[in-house]
């Protein structure tokens, strides 16, 4: 396993959309996946998608457990929402390709995904709570969109103006 960069707005690379995985999931991505769960250990976060690593795959990393529970890993390949609920909730998003920028997104509460685990199996599943959000976060990474899209132009150009004013004093 390897501790990779990950990418900061402005990289264009984020803007990309991803392409979905093709064969199924084998050891090369099972590897690539396992460096994306110890980066986002790293820095810390609760998830990564590998565009963020500059890997433009439909491949997200996940892990929602607390400080005092056990890790609890989740891979998510090709993912894909299939329902979103009408009913929206308010959340404060962070994102470490927009370090310490944080902002409320508005999103579905609940949504049904499906996409392939760790060993490749097909696995439908509701979410709800900090699960819905974080997957929905990361899935709008896939298509190369990130959460200060969500809002306003202002707020958006000001948020990307601190990043880059932080890494040039860096
Ligand atoms: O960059 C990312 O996509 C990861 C991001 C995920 C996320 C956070 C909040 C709402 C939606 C999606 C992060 O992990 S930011 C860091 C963070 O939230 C965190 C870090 C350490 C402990 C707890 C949370
Ligand atoms: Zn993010």
């Avoid at 891979?75 to 009408?86: A, D, H, K």
Wanted: proline share 6%.
């Amino acid at each position: 396993m390897a501790l990779r960069d990950i990418l900061i707005v402005p990289d264009p690379r984020l803007k990309q959309v991803s392409t979905p995985v093709e064969g199924g999931v084998d050891d090369a991505l099972r590897a690539v996946m396992d460096d994306m769960l110890e980066t986002m250990y790293d820095a810390p976060g609760i998830g990564l998608a590998a565009i963020q690593i500059g890997v433009p795959k439909r491949v997200i990393v996940m892990d929602l457990s607390r400080e005092d529970e056990p890790k609890a890993p989740r891979y998510f390949v090709n993912p894909e929402i299939t329902w979103r609920s009408e009913e929206t909730v308010p959340y404060e998003e962070g994102c470490l390709s927009v370090p310490d920028i944080y902002d409320e997104v508005e999103r579905p509460a609940r949504v049904k995904l499906k996409y392939l685990n760790y060993q490749g199996e097909q696995i439908e599943e509701d979410a709800e709570g900090m699960y819905a959000v974080c997957i929905q976060h990361e899935m709008d990474h896939l298509d190369g969109v990130l959460f200060i899209d969500h809002l306003s132009r202002l707020k958006r150009d000001r948020a990307v103006s601190k990043v880059k004013k932080a890494a040039k004093a860096a």
